[in-house]
């Protein structure tokens, strides 16, 4: 068991940057460092990304229940990201909101839907009874894949890093023997 706890505690010490410079600390160190800690960054933003993606789901699906509309509307386009439609407003007023349809997943053209739209912004619509539930999903499988890139990225930094170090232990020993 401290076998492994050292293991693990190694691979850990080996695959998350530190912020700071250790004391002796070569160029080709420095540099695998630095590129370590723009790695980790990257795959935070990723996080930060799809955690907004959520966010901002969630908030449009709340302004859209503040002040509700369900019209019926039919389907001009379809498609797995984006699905354009086009409804009419008890008003009689018809809507074809530019960015389409929020959750359009499993949408055919020509269908007739159901659709929750914000009354005081009617660009901004849904499927019905659908909502940001239905984001969390892709969203959480993006953060996951972006963290599995990471930690495959630092995986082959270390490993980048050790061949390049025994590289030049190697040439300073054979140096230091021709001498």
Known sequence: MKRFTAWVKGVVTLLIPHLYGQ???????????????????AACLVTLQSLLLVLGAWRNDRQIEHNMGVAAAEVLSAGPRRSTIEFVTPDRVTYRPELG???????????????????????????????????IIPAGSIAVVGWLIAAAALTGLVFLERRLTRQADDIKVSSQSSS
């Open 101 to 135: 349809v929020l959750y359009p997943s499993e949408l055919d053209t020509g269908m007739r839907i159901y659709v929750e739209y914000d009354k005081n912004n009617p660009d901004l619509v849904r499927v019905q009874d659908r909502n940001a539930a239905l984001a």
């Open 23 to 41: 004391p002796g600390e070569t160029r080709t160190e420095r540099i695998f460092r630095r590129i370590r800690i723009g790695v980790v960054i």
